[in-house]
């Protein structure tokens, strides 16, 4: 089945800078990878997706880009702020309608 | 707003008690469900699949028996953990996905914290 390695797992940052998430997945077939954000004591929150026909896809200051070839996708955020700060969950699947694999996650951190 | 809405969102209780989780999807009509289990500091993992008017799925390791899914409705699911002990406390998240919309998301509630006494 689908496996999905997420790094780094804690990532400290200051206001105004950037912030990379990374994520590799095993199952070729996967073509869907969203990425959630999660406060504490909520339930995760989707903030960006793309899907394998796309290579790169950008929403304001969040950006994903999908390699599939290499079988990664990575989360980018610019112009950091410290509401920014919480944990980040990539996932894969397959075709609609099957559940996510997570990653473990990424506890950000952003100073002001 | 929330799509998805999962009731209660915090119960304490004592061993040995059966507990009821509800997640329902507003606003649009979902033939399934996923249940996930999230312990502290660490990612979710799926429990089930809930489909609407047939047995749920469930993951290796999850007993059917213990963790028992109901999806009577195509906008309800429940999950039932029963005879609850201490190593049952966690934190229980539901998910759907809209099949009206094109890239089909899947929307989580927000989650129910269960502590076991």
């Known amino acids: ?112 | 707003g929330a799509v998805v809405s999962q009731h209660p969102s915090r119960v304490i209780c004592k061993s040995g008690t059966s507990v009821k989780i509800e997640c329902r999807s507003l606003d649009f009509q979902a033939t399934t469900m996923f249940w996930y289990r999230q312990f502290p500091k660490q990612s979710l993992m799926l429990m089930a699949t809930s489909n609407e008017g047939s047995k749920a799925t469930y993951e290796q390791g999850v007993e059917k028996d213990k963790f028992l899914i109901n999806h009577a409705s195509l906008t309800l699911s429940t999950l039932t953990v029963t005879s609850a002990h201490p190593e049952d406390s966690s934190f229980y998240i539901c998910s759907a996905t809209d099949p009206g919309q094109p890239n089909q998301p899947q929307h989580f509630g927000d989650g129910t914290r269960l502590s076991i006494l």
């Open chain 1, 1 to 112: 089945g689908e496996n999905v390695e997420q790094h780094p797992s804690t990532l400290s940052v200051q206001e105004g800078d950037s912030a990379v998430i990374k994520c590799t997945y095993s199952d070729s077939a996967s073509n869907y990878f969203p990425w959630y954000k999660q406060e504490l004591g909520k339930g995760p929150q989707l903030i960006i997706d793309i899907r394998s026909n796309v290579g790169e896809k950008k929403d304001q200051r969040i950006a994903v880009t999908l390699n599939k070839t290499a079988k990664h996708f990575s989360l980018h955020i610019t112009e950091t702020q410290p509401e920014d700060s919480a944990v980040y969950f990539c996932a894969a699947s397959p075709p609609a309608g099957t559940a996510l694999i997570f990653g473990k996650g990424t506890t950000l951190s952003v100073s002001s």
